[in-house]
């Protein structure tokens, strides 16, 4: 089994140096590397990386946090290397699914990442009910308001097109034409 490793940094100004060491002492025998923020979806190493890795392998990194954008990102990517048949070792942390405890591990982590994203849902959910149960609607606000819905059409009843009634209640034509059921009534603009 061959030891890959990666590593990553998110700013310039950040130094691979402590990764990079931590890696070779672990026996990764390559090692890919990013500077990239961990929110960005481009990170050429980690690319290089997932393409580089063979059935036994296993990805080595220094955290967790350097692999993953978010948790949800982090058990994609791991299944993903569970698929090519490739082991995850996380140093820090100890995770390493080459091993059936470390498969547990990661497995929790998996349900408890779900149960996060559950439990936000549902208090998403909760909060939109009980705030139309007290007459407020979730979501943006009508760009056009009635007032303004009112003023374009006195001025659309005065000739004037729909760009330049729209431009004159100041807001977006395509939002005028919405607002006037679509078809604007037939009037050009």
Not at 35 to 64: F, I, T
Request: net charge positive.
């Amino acid at each position: 089994m061959a030891l890959i490793g990666y590593a990553r940094v998110s700013t310039a100004e950040q130094n691979l140096g402590l990764q990079r060491d931590a890696l070779t002492k672990a026996g990764c025998e390559e090692m890919f590397q990013d500077q990239a923020s961990g929110a960005k979806a481009e990170r050429p190493g980690l690319a290089e990386a997932l393409g580089y890795v063979r059935r036994g392998d296993a990805l080595v990194v220094w955290k967790l946090d350097r692999l993953g954008r978010s948790m949800a990102h982090l058990i994609e990517t791991v299944r993903k290397l569970d698929a090519k048949g490739v082991g995850f070792r996380s140093l820090t942390e100890g995770v390493d699914t080459t091993t059936p405890g470390g498969t547990l591990v990661f497995h929790i982590f998996g349900a408890l990442a779900q149960f996060e994203r559950d439990l936000i849902r549902e208090r998403t959910s909760a909060g939109l009910k009980a705030a139309e149960a007290r007459g407020k609607k979730g979501g943006r606000r009508p760009a056009v308001t009635p007032d303004k819905l009112a003023k374009a059409r006195a001025h659309l009843a005065a000739g004037r097109t729909v760009r330049e009634a729209a431009a004159r209640v100041k807001v977006s034509k395509t939002a005028l034409y919405k607002a006037l059921g679509g078809s604007g009534g037939a009037i050009e603009g």
